[in-house]
Nanobody
């Protein structure tokens, strides 16, 4: 079992920045993959970014490349999502998720564990 707890959400103006954190506890093996997804009201949950715990390899949705950075602190079992140049349309609940291998890293149904989510609101 893996438990995930997100933090760092809040209200920010358009163009601003936020950093989300995801603390993982329980079983975390080397190929553990931590992903971030977001869900806006009335929309489906979509992939944002993912990072491989052992190698630090990162993956991003095209819409956030160049603005968001995902990273991990292996010693702390914590992942981070640095979000810069935020846009109002990125207002959503952001979820941390985890899976055991790198395949299908952008498919939400392939993730086994989810956090409770943290609200990010970007005002215009």
């Amino acid at each position: 079992q893996v438990q995930l707890v997100e933090s760092g959400g809040g209200l920010v103006q358009a163009g601003g920045s936020l950093r989300l954190s995801c603390a993982a506890s329980g079983r975390t093996f080397s190929n553990f993959v931590m992903g971030w997804f977001r869900q806006a009201p009335g929309k489906e949950r979509e992939f944002v970014a993912a990072v491989v715990r052992s190698t630090g390899t990162t993956y991003y949705a095209d819409s956030v490349k160049g603005r968001f950075t995902i990273s991990r602190d292996v010693a702390r079992n914590t992942g981070y999502l640095q979000m810069n140049k935020l846009k109002p349309e990125e207002t959503a609940i952001y979820y941390c998720a985890a899976k055991w291998d790198t395949a299908y890293y952008n498919i939400r149904e392939k993730y086994d564990y989810w956090g409770q989510g943290t609200q990010v609101t970007v005002s215009s």
